[in-house]
């Protein structure tokens, strides 16, 4: 079977990690690299762009394996994290809407694709039958050693005639509570003086990602310190980053993401499949959309971010002021923390960092 061949070329060029979103062509390869590689499971594309960051700014070798149709969900997160920190990327796409392609709506998208990657300077590999295959090691050396994003369009006919794994399902039966309660004050709370909280908190060996705009201005002001990631773009992908950089090493990792962006992302069921013991995920809860205006969002007064995580199994503390931050930040194992702060926004400046600064600096500290 091709399979294992296709996952024995990913080995020999060196990748240690896949990210996984299943298609239905390729259900024996992901079944298969369930079994000889660490896998990663999410449940939307985008995520895997910032897990796939993260993993590799903490020296893993990560490769994504999707249905191409994903690649719809990333290219965002691909231009503006991946490209713009000058950053590999594989991803072997499981070609959809090619070779008399059946389900109409995989045509539009899917059938363009080759093109849509051309446009953005995006390395394609077309592979069709067994005498391709070599080309997904080439594709995997040129984007790291060159630092650029390679796509691997696998055709329907290099899996034909596979059937899954047998595999069997465990139960299921499981005891299932959601009956949380959290006091919700006024906030009292600046974001900039929450983040000085975190940051005085943070130990000379913590590795700290912050979100996009504002935040990543205000704990630069608060304590610049080259183990702090910050982002310059990429919407939702906060804690999808500092996830990657947390099953990569054995460093404590905390993001300081939003609200606004938490709720636009699919990484709860991660986070809850996973948790890893040295992430701290520091929601700062404005109930706005701060970086954009402080425009009201859903967490404002009708979706409480506490029950959300708690919702999703995660050990959650809601807390309202310093002693609070403190507290919940000296506490071990995976933690999110839901931080009320009023909105509005600092005057802190602009970083002085571009962002491959801020990787070569980062990836330098975090291995030493």
């Known amino acids: 079977m091709h399979e294992e061949t296709v996952a024995d070329t990913l080995k020999g060029a060196g990748v240690d990690v896949i990210i996984s979103l299943p298609c239905d062509k390729n259900k024996r390869f992901t079944d298969h690299i369930h079994t000889c590689f660490d896998v990663i499971d999410v449940t939307r594309e985008e995520d895997g762009v910032g897990i796939c960051a993260g993993a590799y700014l903490a020296g893993k070798r990560p490769v994504m394996s999707i249905q191409s149709s994903g690649l719809g969900n990333m290219l965002n997160a691909m231009m503006s994290l991946t490209d713009c920190y000058k950053m590999p990327l594989v991803v072997l796409g499981s070609w959809r809407g090619v070779d008399g392609e059946k389900i109409e709506a995989q045509i539009p998208f899917n059938s363009r694709i080759p093109e849509l990657l051309e446009c953005y300077d995006i390395g394609c590999y077309d592979v069709a039958t067994a005498d391709d295959i070599p080309k997904i090691g080439e594709a995997v050396k040129d984007a790291y050693d060159n630092l650029r994003m390679n796509v691997v369009l696998i055709h329907p006919k290099l899996w034909e005639g596979a059937v899954r794994l047998g595999c069997e399902y465990p139960s299921r039966k499981h005891t299932?509570?959601?009956?949380?309660?959290?006091?919700?004050?006024?906030?009292?709370?600046?974001?900039?003086?929450?983040?000085?909280?975190?940051?005085?908190?943070?130990?000379?060996?913590?590795?700290?990602?912050?979100?996009?705009?504002?935040?990543?201005?205000?704990?630069?002001?608060?304590?610049?310190?080259?183990?702090?990631?910050?982002?310059?773009?990429?919407?939702?992908?906060?804690?999808?980053?500092?996830?990657?950089?947390?099953?990569?090493?054995?460093?404590?990792?905390?993001?300081?993401?939003?609200?606004?962006?938490?709720?636009?992302?699919?990484?709860?069921?991660?986070?809850?499949?996973?948790?890893?013991?040295?992430?701290?995920?520091?929601?700062?809860?404005?109930?706005?959309?701060?970086?954009?205006?402080?425009?009201?969002?859903?967490?404002?007064?009708?979706?409480?971010?506490?029950?959300?995580?708690?919702?999703?199994?995660?050990?959650?503390?809601?807390?309202?002021?310093?002693?609070?931050?403190?507290?919940?930040?000296?506490?071990?194992?995976?933690?999110?923390?839901?931080?009320?702060?009023?909105?509005?926004?600092?005057?802190?400046?602009?970083?002085?960092?571009?962002?491959?600064?801020?990787?070569?600096?980062?990836?330098?500290?975090?291995?030493?």
């Open 176 to 368: 299932a509570s959601v009956d949380v309660s959290f006091d919700v004050p006024d906030p009292s709370m600046t974001r900039l003086e929450a983040i000085g909280e975190v940051m005085s908190s943070v130990k000379e060996e913590d590795v700290v990602v912050s979100n996009i705009g504002v935040p990543s201005k205000e704990t630069f002001a608060s304590g610049d310190r080259p183990l702090n990631f910050y982002m310059l773009g990429s919407y939702t992908q906060a804690t999808p980053i500092g996830l990657g950089i947390a099953m990569s090493c054995k460093r404590r990792v905390i993001v300081i993401d939003g609200d606004g962006s938490m709720l636009g992302s699919s990484i709860f069921p991660v986070l809850a499949q996973y948790h890893p013991d040295n992430l701290t995920i520091v929601c700062m809860d404005n109930g706005t959309f701060g970086s954009t205006g402080n425009q009201v969002n859903p967490a404002y007064s009708d979706v409480d971010m506490a029950c959300v995580a708690s919702g999703y199994g995660l050990p959650v503390s809601s807390v309202n002021d310093r002693a609070g931050i403190k507290d919940a930040l000296g506490q071990d194992g995976f933690r999110f923390i839901r931080t009320l702060i009023r909105p509005g926004n600092s005057d802190s400046p602009n970083l002085t960092l571009r962002a491959t600064e801020i990787r070569d600096r980062f990836m330098s500290a975090i291995r030493r």
